[in-house]
């Protein structure tokens, strides 16, 4: 399942270079029909890179080996860096984003996972919901630094909303994506000593929250499968 979803991007790739090479062949392509190619080409590396990333991360954490770089981490920038990021996705999902950060909620985090799972939430709430709002909200509450990612999309349904998190669960019928994002995202969850937790009605969209401790987790510790 694995190698199909991977081969499926590069179909595309190459197939938008053969494109290229025929309109090449027949005379120098306008700047705008080059720039269309060269953009879809980026999307589909991507998709691929993505793909490869999730897999890579899965067999790091099923072996134990996914290491947390701990440093001084300010959730509420790392939500902001991640949407300053998407714009362009954003745009393409038609998606007014709203942000809600308030004050600094800071600890000894991963940088780096904690923009995966943020950009990893952030996808799926544009891929589900659209063409409506999505709202990203960054808080402290009760000793833990919490994160929140609406979308106002299809929702889920309560039987679904476990197995979502589940590995290579893919509930939606579209074919996109290994069904690893969600499933690598409470693992990262759990091994910085926190959860990811959803609420959503089929139809009404779907609220994900991370808590994290401000805490944080002990220097050295990798990733366990939560049970």
């Not at 004050?103 to 943020?118: C, Y």
């Not at 969209?205 to 220097?219: E, H, I, M, V, Y």
């Amino acid at each position: 399942m694995a190698a199909h979803d991977v081969r499926n991007p590069l179909a595309g790739l190459e197939l938008q270079l053969g494109l290229l090479e025929r309109t090449a062949s027949k005379g120098q392509p306008s700047p705008a029909t080059l720039l269309e190619h060269v953009a879809t080409c980026h999307r589909f590396v991507a998709r691929a890179s993505s793909l490869l990333g999730s897999l890579l991360d899965a067999a790091q954490i099923g072996a134990g080996k996914l290491k947390l770089q701990l440093e001084r981490v300010d959730l509420a920038q790392v939500a902001q860096e991640v949407a300053a990021r998407s714009r362009g996705e954003l745009e393409a999902a038609r998606c007014d984003l709203t942000l809600d950060l308030g004050l600094p909620v800071e600890s000894q985090w991963d940088r780096s996972r904690l923009d995966q799972v943020v950009t990893n939430l952030l996808s799926n709430a544009l891929k589900y919901g659209r063409g409506k709002p999505v709202e990203i909200a960054v808080r402290q509450k009760e000793g833990s630094g919490v994160l929140t990612v609406r979308d106002h999309g299809i929702g889920i349904s309560p039987g679904d909303q476990k197995r979502i998190f589940h590995q290579f669960e893919r509930v939606a019928t579209d074919g996109i994506g290994a069904g690893l994002g969600l499933w690598i995202v409470r693992q990262i969850a759990s091994a910085l000593g926190g959860q990811i937790d959803v609420q959503s009605e089929v139809g009404k969209g779907s609220t994900f929250a991370l808590r994290l401790p401000l805490r944080g987790p002990a220097a050295g510790e990798t990733a366990s499968p939560p049970p």
